[in-house]
């Protein structure tokens, strides 16, 4: 059975000083399984360049976005091996620009350079 299509987009909001004071800036990506899309969305991290990388772990996909939402690149690679993923959820980068990925069904943490 696969996912259903609930909370599958990232919105950009800009949060003010004082409580009710947001705005919503823009919303991007879409439920499905084609390049910008997710299917089960389950972390989000920003670079020091303001680049959203979400991961799917329904699709084991890395999805990079620009601030604007424009789809940059995907990538991905199911499996066990060396930078290969299965269910990948959480997501950090360093201060190097270095990603950190939680590979949670091969119980490990994977690091990879910016572009995968």
């Known amino acids: 059975m696969e996912p259903r299509a609930f909370g599958t987009r990232v919105g950009k909001f800009s949060i003010g000083p004082v409580p009710g004071d947001e705005e919503h800036l823009l919303t991007f990506g879409s439920f499905g399984k084609a390049p910008g899309q997710f299917m089960w969305p389950t972390g989000i991290a920003l670079d020091e360049d303001e680049n ?46 270095n990603v950190y990925l939680v590979d949670s069904l091969n119980h490990r943490v994977q690091k990879f350079i910016s572009d995968g």
């Open 52 to 97: 959203v990388y979400v991961t799917d772990e329904w699709l084991n996909r890395v999805s990079v976005f620009d601030k604007k939402g424009i789809l940059l690149s995907t990538w991905d690679s199911p499996g066990s091996g060396d930078g290969e993923l299965n269910r990948i959820s959480g997501i950090t980068i360093d201060d190097n620009g």
